[in-house]
């Protein structure tokens, strides 16, 4: 188990308020935890061909996973 791994946009997502129209600046961060429970899948579909992984890589795509939708 991986905890306590953070988050957070690096520049504030820019958002126009509906009722004013006037552009705000946001920002998000907070923190995570994750297990691999099947690592024979987490190996076939998130490692595949790589000869290195480390834990920085899984926080990455999950923190990406956080971030791109916030961003849409």
């Known amino acids: 188990e991986m905890v306590n791994n953070k988050?957070?946009?690096?520049?504030?997502?820019?958002?126009?308020?509906?009722?004013y129209k006037f552009p705000v600046g946001t920002r998000?961060?907070?923190?995570?935890?994750?297990?691999?429970?099947?690592?024979?899948?987490?190996?076939a579909?998130?490692?595949g061909a790589r000869i290195s992984f480390l834990?920085?890589?899984a926080r990455k795509i999950i923190a990406s996973r956080f971030v791109q939708p916030m961003s849409d």
């Open 7 to 19: 988050w957070g946009t690096t520049a504030p997502i820019k958002y126009t308020d509906p009722v």
């Open 28 to 43: 998000a961060f907070g923190n995570f935890s994750f297990t691999v429970t099947k690592p024979e899948l987490f190996f």
């Open 45 to 47: 579909n998130i490692v």
């Open 55 to 57: 834990v920085e890589d």
